[in-house]
């Protein structure tokens, strides 16, 4: 070997070309795609091809030209370099490393490219052989830990995770994958652990970490028993965490400020636009859409984590100062201190200044404040289909977050005021608001602005019902919470009320349109049935008495809209149609509302006429309503506050399904090869050599 | 007598550190040997009649000193001279001080300023006196000595004269302070900090690097250096004093390093088994400890050092991240700001604890487990940021030996939160269901609190209805749709909107939240039902030991007139109680950090007369009828009671100290009605730069005369009646009074 490599570099020289050396791995490559083995007559063979720089074009094209017959003859051959790159990963020096590395992926997409149809045995088969799969995989796995978790370069660590993302998004759907199999036996995941844990590898990799974590978790989620699952569901170790809690925040908080810098940019276009805007609703469906590529791995991930994880809450809560604001890369976020006091000089400050940057404007954050924000951008708009998939995540994790008891604990926590910027959809009939005089409130008062931002802004043709509905739950399960604990929220309730009557009207308006596609009736029963909550528990979680006075008051002035809507529900219920059933629920729930309009209409009207007065103020109808609640009788409706506990396996598989199949093939395409190069790593790597 | 003197030296005698006794010539080596043999077990006695003998001297000659005495101590300074450095011998100087004295004149008689240093009488109080007053060296010798026999508690109420004596008066006075400050040092961590404290906030004032200075400092730094490490490692760890194992103090360090367990076993046996205040702990406490951190280890390897950290460090830190805590927030602009910044950067140092740290304001030992950072508050200031911060703390027997407790993380308290506690959120829960009878579950709280294993997480449960508990709620959720099946239930709106404003006015009065006053709802939440609540959302709050303390922390404020106002309102307190005066006033507590910063400990349960007014709008005897009930409840009486009680109090101190800046915003209410004046930033002679003018004794507004219901009631008689009492009680002990301040005025800036 050492003969030829000098002759290697003897002609490099004399020729003065970097052609032969080029040339030299494409012909070791080629003999490969032979049926010889290649170290028959080169019984170094292997040793050599470690040296090369790896040509992935060339390897991944070659393997694609192959048809499945012609694979299968060669396959003695791939085996054998499949196994030898995994014995590389084990050599010492590093470039052997990463040259495996690299053959390792082009090998397996090259084979998986060709392969779309056959099934996944097959491709083990070409890769590894069966025979020896399961020692060879393990083998594989267990190197790959081992550089992951070893204080190796983290380039090389980068690389091993690259290879990682390869292997899992191969295929169009994770769980057909069969090849990972091998990857639940031989867990990789206190591996990721590490790096999320660490602050140094956190920086580098925890976004592909974070992301191959949630690919993971979702390999076979209903059919078996995933390690991964199990094993992220416990655990607590904090640092790890918060690590994680970080790597998630800093990637929405990133989305946030792209989505605000074009914002920007589009703004004076807008400005000029809404002067020439008449008649279509939307302003930003006349301009074009300010959209940046949403990311919904990250989502997955912070989904999993909330969904699986119940220490992952407090993550939620933790403070970190504005990441988007943060804009030199060269000081990142340090790890959250884990050192105990006194082990440091005590002369130092203990919260370093990088930390917490001593900036008046740097608004202290948390990972909930900036995924409140991000979900405001993201269903702001819900017409394309990776927005409707990332809104409807958005939603599912606030439900979650909505039933947990720790999350609801800091949501009203009273003490933990923040000021959440949500992004408002610019609309005829508003101007938007300035963001600067919000008040500092509790997070659940953001929370359910988000709630009245949504149901305000999509009454529209193409009516996301799914959103809708999960939207009413979320408030229901915050009110829920509001009543069991009496936690008097000092929240305009008057925008929540006004916004649900309008959906009402919305819904009956669209009626027939509506209709042919939904059912809309679970949604006003829904609707009616928060309504009952406030009627019937209000002096549980109402702030003030004269907030139940103006329930009463917005009752009454949009009276209107629940006449009709019983009169709907009514008219359906006594024909014997397809909605008679649930149509006559709406009626049932409806009596209180009907009972509070009946009383007080009446007495309204003979107020006016006695002081002769055509239309009466708010004050005046308000002192009509206090002096006449107590000939007022209501019906104990029960279960109002009761819910349905969030279930993924049952109503949401098919979803996420769909959601990680197009998280695979999104990760795969943007593994671009360009990622994979060797530049960096030459580079560094020649330092070494 | 020094302990810590006297134990080296049966070992160091013939040891291999003569040298700097050797430089006094063999006879003061033989004195050294002979009396520290005797010292060691007679202690006291031997002092006495060496101060006897010098006292005597003193009451001949008065005045004029005697040649032989100078000589004496001009001999003994030369003696003391390399020993300051070594504070391991400071107590031997002082041995051999006495000694010599001793025995150049045996025959002593008996003096009447001994026989009153002998009596009962003789307290802390005198002995400051004396030692302030007296400039005869003996005296002051047998003063450091007596330091040892009064109660700790005692002393340590002198402490700041004390260390301002150390620091500004002449080094006689410093070498008879010297070992009992050692000495107690070596005790305790607390009583270190404290001194090292309070070493650096008062020289400060100093100008730079004169020689006294640098003897402040230098104590200070021999606190705090490694230096007194092995002595102060062996008594953070098991609380016992072992003499410094190695002959010089500079290779004990290492032996500290090595083994501090096992390492010094052996020399238990030689410790002179005669301990004035300390028993010595066996070797087992000792493995307890050491094992007890290796457990730590194994259980938090990322949170534990493998070296055991020095033992105040953990606790500077603690107190060095508040104050700069406090310094970053001074500079944002906006109280919300600094509110939400604290909230973060507390919430940041919780992930530090639980540590080695304690409270020093607090009147126990304990560890400091967790900050509750959500409850911190910013309080009232223009330029400066103070804060008040909770901070809940595990009690334990013995600071030094007793484990840092495990961290909890933060989500555990969902293990401890039950849904039984539930109920007890809401007062009306009973109310309710009775009201409902009816549906008695109608209140199925079950289901968002329950528990659901990890198991249940992955596999959600299929049934619509499988987490509410029981059967008829599921019942009760059908019967929405067959209603005729059942009797339906009514009630009345006007009972909903009643409950309502009830409930609202049931719960004791609190105060709005106010951007501008972040801490006037967090003051007026009564301190149980903090407590309460604190403890309920805590991960460390089922221990039994658990406890809530608070504590304000100023930066920029220079805390050392507030030590002293302590100091005189705590003196001010004896002297009513003595003489039975119901005078009642409401001392604080100041740890000072350094000369601008410090923390306070809060008064609990009281809030500002300005936020009372600006809250509630009412007139103050308004208030107290809306807070305590009518003019002839019982409790509106009693607060009344303590008013007057707490205002004539307040009103004589006012008086005494001069105390200017009475503004409303520092006058506190408590919940039992007494009123405390905090802020004593201008006292004696200093006011306000602008409002020179303050020329009023006291404050004493017609509204508080209101309360007391008027000029002509009974009560302002009381009232005048008990300033008159309370002010000829404080003329009569006027020296103990007088006494803090003008020691304090040596060498500082105070107001003369």
Known sequence: ????????????????????????????????????????????????????????????????????????????????????????????????????????????????????????????????????????????????????????????????????????????????????????????????????????????????????????????????????????????????????????????????????????EHQTGFFSALTNMVGSMFIADADEKISVQTNEAILLALYEAVHLNRNFITVLAQSHPEMGLMTTPTSPIPMT???????????????????????????????????????????????????????????????????????????????????????????????????????????????????????????????????YVRCIQIVHKLLCYQKKCRVRLHYTWRELWSALINLLKFLMSNETVLLAKHNIFTLALMVVNLFNMFITYGDTFLPTPSSYDELYYEIIRMHQNFDNLYSMVLRLSTNAGQWKE???????????????????????????????????????????????????????????????????????????????????????????????????????????S | MGDSGADPDPRRGPGPDPAPQGNNGGTSLSVISEGVGELALIDPEVAQKACEEVLEKVKLLHGAVPNGDAGEGCEIRCLDEPRLREEDEEGAANTVKTARRRQKNNSAKQSWLLRLFESKLFDISM??????????????????????????????????????????????????IKPYIVHRCRQSVDFSLQCALLLGALSSDMHISTQRHSRGTKLRRLILSDELKPSSAQGQQRRRELPPSSSSSSSSSSAAVGAPGMGQDGTTGLSPSKRTHQRSKSDATASISLSSNLKRTASNPKVESDEEPARLAPEREFIQSLISIGKRLATLPTKEQKTQRLVSELSLLN??????????????????????????????????????????VLECDNFDTANVPARIPENRIRSTRSAENLPEVGMSHEQRTGSFSTVPNYDNDD???????????????????????????????????????????????????RRLSEQLAHTPTSFRRDPEDPSAVALKEPWQEKVRRIREGSPYGHLPSWRLLSVIVKCGDDLRQELLAFQVLKQLQSIWEQERVPLWIKPYKILVISADSG??????????????????????????????????????????????????????????????????GNILLDAEGHIIHIDFGFILSSSPRNLGFETSAFKLTSEFVDVMGGLDGDMFNYYKMLMLQGLIAARKHMDRVVQIVEIMQQGSQLPP
Not at chain 1, 344 to 370: C, G, M, R, W, Y
Not at chain 1, 620 to 638: A, H, M, W
Not at chain 1, 646 to 654: D, V
Request: charged fraction near 25%; charge should be negative; proline fraction near 4%.
């Open chain 1, 582 to 688: 649930p149509a006559s629920k709406v009626t049932h729930a409806l009596v209180n509302i009907r009972a509070i309009i009946n009383h007080f209409n009446p007495k309204i009207e003979s107020y006016a006429a006695v002081n002769h007065i055509s239309q009466l103020s708010e004050d005046q109808v308000l002192e009509v309503v206090r002096s006449n609640y107590d000939t007022l009788t209501l019906k104990l409706q029960d279960g109002l506050d009761q819910y349905e506990r969030y279930s993924e396996q049952h109503k949401e598989a098919a979803f996420f399904k769909e959601l990680v199949r197009s998280i695979s093939i999104n990760v795969r395409k943007n593994l671009a090869f360009n990622t994979l190069s060797q530049e960096l790593l030459l580079k560094e790597f020649s330092t070494i």
């Open chain 2, 351 to 392: 992930h530090k604890l639980p540590a080695r740290a304690w409270l020093p304001t607090a009147g126990f030992e304990h560890h400091v487990v967790r900050v509750p950072h959500s409850q911190a508050v910013v309080l009232n200031s223009k330029d400066k940021a103070p804060y008040l911060i909770y901070v809940e």
């Open chain 2, 599 to 664: 923390m306070i400990e809060p008064v609990v349960n009281a809030v500002s007369i300005h936020q009372i007014k600006k809250q509630s709008l009412l007139s103050l005897l308004d208030y107290f009828l809306q807070e305590h009930g009518n003019y002839n409840t019982e409790s509106f009486l009693s607060a009344q009671r303590n008013f007057v009680q707490s205002c004539a109090g307040y009103c004589l101190v006012c008086y005494l100290l001069q105390v200017k800046d009475r503004h409303n």
């Open chain 2, 127 to 176: 002995a400051i006196s004396y030692l302030y007053n007296s400039k005869e060296p003996g005296v002051q010798a047998y003063i450091g000595n007596r330091l040892f026999c009064f109660r700790h508690e005692d002393v340590d109420f002198y402490l700041p004269q004390l260390l301002n004596m150390y620091i500004h008066m002449d080094e006689d006075v410093g070498d008879a």
């Open chain 1, 337 to 467: 201190p884990v050192t105990p006091l006194g082990t440091t000089p005590p002369s130092s400050d203990v919260i370093s200044s990088a930390e917490l940057p001593l900036d008046a404007d740097v608004q202290t954050s948390n990972l909930l404040i900036t995924f409140l924000k991000y979900s405001s951008i993201v269903m702001q708009d819900t017409k394309d289909e990776h927005r409707l998939h990332s809104g409807k995540l958005c939603l599912i994790i606030l439900t979650c977050i909505a039933e947990d008891q720790y999350a609801n604990a800091f949501l009203h926590d009273d003490n933990m005021n923040f000021r959440v910027n949500l992004h408002r959809m610019p609309m005829r009939h508003r101007k938007k608001a300035a963001d600067k005089n919000l008040p500092c409130r509790p997070l659940v008062c953001a929370v359910l602005d988000l709630m009245v931002e949504f149901i305000v802004t999509h009454m529209m043709k193409e009516f996301p019902m799914d959103l």
């Open chain 2, 447 to 497: 289901e968002a609190w329950s528990v659901d294993d990890i198991g249940e997480l992955q596999v959600e449960l299929p049934e619509v209805h499988t987490n509410s508990c029981d059967n008829i709620s599921q019942f009760s959720v059908d019967s929405i749709t067959s209603q005729e099946s059942r009797e339906p239930v009514f009630i009345a709106a006007g009972d909903i909107r």
């Open chain 1, 1 to 264: 070997m050492a003969q030829t490599e000098k002759k290697g570099g003897l002609l490099r020289k004399s020729s003065a070309s970097k052609k032969p050396l080029k040339e030299k791995v494409v012909l070791m490559y080629d003999e490969i795609f032979t049926t010889e083995d290649p170290s028959k007559c080169n019984p170094r063979f292997w040793e050599e091809l470690f040296l090369m720089k790896v040509n992935l074009e060339y390897l991944e094209g070659k393997l694609e030209a192959l048809d499945g017959e012609e694979l299968m003859k060669i396959k003695d051959n791939i085996n054998c370099l499949f196994q030898h790159c995994i014995q590389a990963l084990g050599e010492e020096h590093p470039i052997r490393v990463v040259n495996a590395l690299q053959t390792l992926c082009a090998l397996i997409r090259g084979v998986h490219q060709k392969n779309k149809s056959t099934s996944g045995f097959d491709i083990i088969n070409m890769l590894v052989g069966f025979d020896k799969a399961e020692l060879c995989m393990k083998n594989l796995m267990e190197s790959l830990d081992s550089l992951l978790c070893a204080e190796g370069s983290e380039s090389l660590k980068s690389l091993c995770l690259k290879l990682l993302l390869c292997l899992v998004t191969v295929t169009d759907n994770i769980s057909q994958n069969t090849i990972l199999e091998y990857v639940m036996i031989n867990s990789i995941f206190e591996a990721i652990l590490q790096i999320l844990s660490s602050p140094l590898s956190r920086r580098e990799h925890g976004y592909d970490a974070v992301v191959l974590l949630a690919l993971l978790v979702n390999y076979r989620k209903y059919e078996s028993v995933n390690p991964y699952i199990v094993k992220l569901s416990i655990v607590d170790d904090e640092a790890t965490l918060n690590g994680m809690g970080l790597v998630i925040a800093q990637a929405l908080s990133e989305y946030n400020r792209q989505y605000k810098d074009k914002e920007e």
